[in-house]
């Protein structure tokens, strides 16, 4: 990856300024990496109250915090509150990986990420959520575009941040950073599954 080709960003109308939803460190690294070199400087939006327990949501949060720091990129700290959450997600504790409660997700953390933006003079977000092979790309597009549907003058950013080696790019760039990678994609559901899944294949247990 040294000899890597950052690819070009293009925003629609040609915007520098985003309001960028990050789930973690490691999923922003390529994108914010190729946002910078195309000229973009996107403000990092940190809120996703569904991650369990708070420890795991605190050590997330300051390595993204830290990586924004290092590339002098301005964030937003969200609120935490996972009472919340568990509201919105409430009937689908037992749901899998990418099935409804992932969709009341999505549609939970997008919407106030327009929300945010509306309030911020951003006219454009997009979220890191789809760099990740883990997430469904439709659930997450659907859950933009129903929340910039809210806020006039808010658009969402659709991008498929796999392509163009921004995925290996990514793998290259956290183990360069040195930034703490998960385990499990956030919430206490996944963390059960997770150890489930663990349990059956005589794996060691994520402990939290």
């Not at 910078?36 to 940190?46: A, D, E, N």
């Not at 700290?77 to 409660?101: I, M, N, S, V």
């Not at 806020?151 to 991008?159: A, F, H, I, R």
Request: proline share 5%.
């Amino acid at each position: 990856m040294e000899h890597f080709t950052i690819p070009p960003i293009s925003v629609p109308d040609g915007q520098e300024q985003v309001l960028l939803h990050a789930c973690c460190a490691p999923c922003s690294t390529a994108i914010i990496e190729a946002c910078v070199h195309s000229g973009i400087r996107p403000t990092v939006y940190f809120y996703n109250p569904n991650i369990y327990p708070e420890t795991e949501y605190l050590l997330r949060k300051n390595e993204c915090v830290r990586f924004c720091e290092a590339m002098g990129l301005d964030y937003i700290d969200g609120d935490y509150d996972t009472k919340a959450w568990k509201k919105h997600t409430a009937g689908y504790e037992q749901e899998p990986e990418r099935g409804k409660r992932c969709q009341l997700c999505f549609d939970l953390r997008l919407a106030s990420s327009a929300k945010t933006a509306a309030e911020h003079g951003f006219s454009l977000f997009a979220t890191t959520l789809s760099s990740s092979r883990w997430k469904d790309l439709a659930q997450i597009t659907r859950a933009g575009e129903q929340a910039a549907d809210s806020y006039p003058g808010v658009s969402y950013w659709l991008q498929d941040w796999r392509k163009k080696g921004l995925a290996a790019r990514k793998d290259f760039l956290v183990r360069q950073s040195d930034f703490y990678q998960q385990e499990y994609c956030g919430c206490f559901y996944s963390l059960r599954d997770s150890n489930l899944w663990r349990q059956k294949n005589n794996k060691p247990l994520i402990q939290r």
